[in-house]
């Protein structure tokens, strides 16, 4: 298995821009986690499907953050506009199971820079 | 209040050393837990699952103390390879919080 895709790898844009982050779990697995990672407020949940449906968008920071689940192998993150503070890792996982009695394996992370 | 607390270190040790942190959780129906490893610009992976009161993995221990709502990890002689930033999360929790990094010296 390829384990969780995530593109781009790097990505570095100036500030107002909008900015995608995309996400492709492990096939079979049926929830989804979207996250940021900061040297300051550590790795926190930032929303997460099951089923492809949102069960907990609480950790979105404010409205120029969304995210979509189209279908079970297909994710997005969109800010817009992006902001210098947004800078971080945005790494997404998935589980077979509801998150409270599986592990989660995660993708190899986006870093994001905002300039 | 933070579903858990870790001391983030570091933990500077040598190799060959034995070596504890702690994690503190906050919920009392938390009723297991996970001990991930991020290595430096990596993403985390799982080292140990926890769901009685405790595992053990070759070096590894994981103890959970559920009347002082704490888990531990111990690793036993220390390799250099063992430097990474381990995070705890109980199962019902979504938020890893920053861990605690351990650097395992010559």
């Known amino acids: 298995d390829a384990g969780v895709i995530q593109s781009p790898r790097h990505e570095v844009t100036e500030m107002g821009q909008e900015v995608t982050l995309r996400c492709k779990p492990i096939?079979?697995?049926?929830?989804l986690f979207w996250y940021r990672q900061t040297m300051m407020r550590g790795l926190e949940l930032l929303i997460y499907f099951n089923n492809n449906v949102p069960i907990d968008d609480s950790g979105m920071p404010e409205d120029r953050f969304s995210a979509k689940m189209p279908n079970a192998s297909f994710s997005t993150l969109k800010i817009q506009p992006s902001e210098p503070r947004d800078s971080a890792v945005y790494f997404c996982?998935?589980?077979?199971?509801?998150?409270?009695?599986?592990?989660?394996?995660f993708g190899p992370g986006t870093r994001l820079t905002v300039l | 209040r933070k579903e858990v607390e870790q001391d983030p270190g570091p933990f500077n040790v040598p190799e060959g050393a034995t070596v504890a942190f702690n994690c503190t959780y906050s919920?009392?129906?938390?009723?297991?837990f996970f001990w991930y490893r991020q290595d430096c610009r990596k993403e985390p992976k799982l080292l140990m699952s926890v769901y009685s009161s405790g595992n053990e993995d070759g070096r590894f221990t994981a103890q959970l103390n559920r009347a002082s709502q704490y888990i531990s990890l111990l690793i036993r002689d220390s390799k250099l390879s063992d430097s990474a930033t381990y995070l705890c999360?109980?199962?019902?929790?979504?938020?890893f919080g920053k861990g605690t990094s351990l650097l395992v010296t010559p």
């Open positions: 996982a998935s589980s077979f199971a509801i998150p409270h009695t599986d592990t989660q394996y």
């Open positions: 919920n009392s129906a938390s009723q297991s």
């Open positions: 096939s079979g697995h049926n929830s």
């Open positions: 999360v109980p199962s019902h929790a979504l938020n």
